[in-house]
């Protein structure tokens, strides 16, 4: 297993912003897709955005024209850009990294948005 490091979650305010990071303890060769799920209390998990090596990007409706994914597939590093946050953006968000080999998931990072 390759822990996927997290950051940049916390406390924020409807309408304003926050910069998700996730990096790789160290190298994963054939990294293929990089994403973000995300989790609310008593839901499933769902996905957020993601980007592949290609660069072909998703983005799940709820977050259109207000977050942005972006990458380094060398670096093995992914962020989420997040912007115009709402209460229902209040979740545990979560990093994947996806390749042949199967998928890697991060620890998740608490995002709350909150008056």
């Known amino acids: 297993q390759v822990p996927l490091v997290e950051s940049g979650g916390g406390l924020v305010h409807p309408g304003g912003s926050l910069r998700l990071s996730c990096a790789a303890t160290?190298?994963?060769?054939?990294?293929?897709?990089m994403g973000w799920y995300r989790q609310a209390p008593g839901a499933e998990r769902e996905l957020v955005a993601t980007?592949?090596?290609?660069?072909?990007?998703f983005y799940a409706d709820f977050v259109k024209g207000r977050f942005t994914i972006s990458r380094d597939i060398h670096k093995k590093t992914v962020n989420l850009q997040m912007n115009n946050l709402n209460t229902e953006d209040t979740a545990v968000y979560y990093c994947?990294?996806?390749?042949?080999?199967?998928?890697?998931w991060g620890q998740g990072t608490q995002v709350t948005v909150s008056s």
């Open positions: 160290r190298s994963i060769p054939g990294v293929r897709v």
């Open positions: 994947l990294m996806k390749g042949p080999w199967g998928d890697y």
């Open positions: 980007v592949t090596v290609g660069r072909d990007i």
